[in-house]
């Protein structure tokens, strides 16, 4: 089992940042990939950013790319997304996932039925 808890969203105005953390528990945090999705209201639920076991290789949506930074601390079980630059169309609730049944330590997985464990998510406004 692992436990993902979501922080640091809140209201911001368009061109600002805010930096969201996940923290986990229950499994060894460095022997999975981790992932950021969004969610509008209406909307499919799609993919931001993932990072892999090390940290090593990240990969965006070209919505965000340029904008948006995942990380991870290993030491601190916790996976962040800067986020810079924030648009009113970035406005969602914002979820982190656990890949942890992929075997490999390099690749990470963009599709969320990929991903076995999720947050509550946090939300994020950006006003115009």
Request: with cysteine; charged share 20%; glycine share 10%.
């Given at each position: 089992?692992?436990?993902?808890?979501?922080?640091?969203?809140?209201?911001?105005?368009?061109?600002?940042?805010?930096?969201?953390?996940?923290?986990?528990?229950?499994?060894?945090?460095?022997?999975?990939?981790?992932?950021?999705?969004?969610?509008?209201?209406?909307?499919?639920?799609?993919?931001?950013?993932?990072?892999?076991?090390?940290?090593?290789r990240t990969y965006y949506a070209d919505s965000v790319k340029g904008r948006f930074t995942i990380?991870?601390?290993?030491?601190?079980?916790?996976?962040?997304?800067?986020?810079?630059?924030?648009?009113?169309?970035?406005?969602?609730?914002?979820?982190c996932a656990a890949d942890t049944t992929s075997r490999s330590p390099v690749l990470v997985t963009?599709?969320?039925?990929?991903?076995?464990?999720?947050?509550?998510?946090?939300?994020?406004?950006?006003?115009?």
């Amino acid at each position: 089992q692992v436990q993902l808890v979501e922080s640091g969203g809140g209201l911001v105005q368009s061109g600002g940042s805010l930096r969201l953390s996940c923290a986990a528990s229950g499994r060894t945090f460095s022997r999975y990939a981790m992932g950021w999705f969004r969610q509008a209201p209406g909307k499919e639920r799609e993919f931001v950013a993932a990072i892999n076991w090390s940290g090593g290789r990240t990969y965006y949506a070209d919505s965000v790319k340029g904008r948006f930074t995942i990380s991870r601390d290993n030491a601190k079980n916790t996976v962040y997304l800067q986020m810079n630059s924030l648009k009113p169309e970035d406005t969602a609730v914002y979820y982190c996932a656990a890949d942890t049944t992929s075997r490999s330590p390099v690749l990470v997985t963009t599709t969320p039925g990929e991903y076995d464990y999720w947050g509550q998510g946090t939300q994020v406004t950006v006003s115009s």
